[in-house]
């Protein structure tokens, strides 16, 4: 595969790959928030009622506060994953492209799902959808950690290292947390599938909880 790293110009063209990359995260998480209509106010209403139309918009600030931690996760751990790429070439842009396809469907699985969450009439179909967008999110970036080990970082030691390794070992939290959640919702009775929301939150208290050495240490050159 053709490889850009000789270029003279190498150093910009990654930044233009991130620049490219934190504009459809930051348009992903605008666009969430352009899905959020405010309520019609009519000139009859008192304060109550509009304390009331305000409320019913509370399911989708939740999805919102959500999906903008979920994309945020993952565009933290994609800028540290950027901080040591030292080459690219077809391969990482094809990859970083598919990313971002699942990134900028994110408003509509916020949507998708929270728009009717205390309506009663969430379906399996609706969960499913919007748990599978964040694992192929992670699952796609963890992809990319283990490709950009291989092939587009020169050298990993002392602290660099360790930055990168504990980011890989949160990529791999994060992951299973989602299948868990994932498979709770395809196995049980729906009735009682908000209770595979518990395995959402594994992940983080695995990353909160992980331990702060990290004695590995990477050859200066592979």
């Known amino acids: 595969m053709q490889e850009f790293q000789k270029h003279p110009k190498n150093d910009f063209l990654i930044e233009r790959i991130c620049y490219f990359s934190d504009a459809v995260f930051a348009i992903a998480i605008t666009l969430m928030i352009l899905e959020i209509h405010p309520p019609v106010i009519e000139r009859s209403d008192t304060s109550g009622i509009v304390w009331q139309k305000l409320g019913k ?10 999906s903008f931690w979920l994309i945020g996760s993952v565009w933290l ?4 994953l950027f901080a040591h790429i030292e080459r690219y070439d077809l391969g990482l842009l094809m990859i970083n492209l598919a990313l971002l396809f699942i990134i900028i469907l994110f408003p509509f699985s916020t949507s998708f799902l929270f728009n009717s969450l205390f309506e009663g009439i969430v379906t399996k179909p609706q969960v ?9 999110a992670n ?3 963890y992809f990319m950690y283990k490709m950009a080990f291989r092939k587009y970082i020169e050298s990993l030691k002392d602290h660099a290292g360790q930055q990168f390794h504990r980011a890989v070992h949160d ?3 994060m992951i299973i ?3 868990l959640a994932l498979a709770w919702v395809l196995i049980v009775p729906f ?3 908000a209770f ?3 395995f959402l939150v594994l992940g983080p208290i695995g990353i909160a909880f992980k331990p702060k050495s990290n004695k590995k240490r990477i050859a200066t050159s592979k």
């Open 77 to 80: 751990r994609h800028h540290q």
């Open 139 to 141: 699952l796609i970036l």
């Open 196 to 198: 595979g929301y518990f």
């Open 57 to 66: 918009k509370i399911p989708e600030f939740l999805g919102l506060l959500i």
């Open 128 to 136: 499913i959808f919007y748990l599978m967008v964040p694992l192929l």
């Open 171 to 173: 990529q791999g939290f």
């Open 191 to 193: 009735a009682i599938h």
């Open 177 to 179: 947390s989602f299948i």
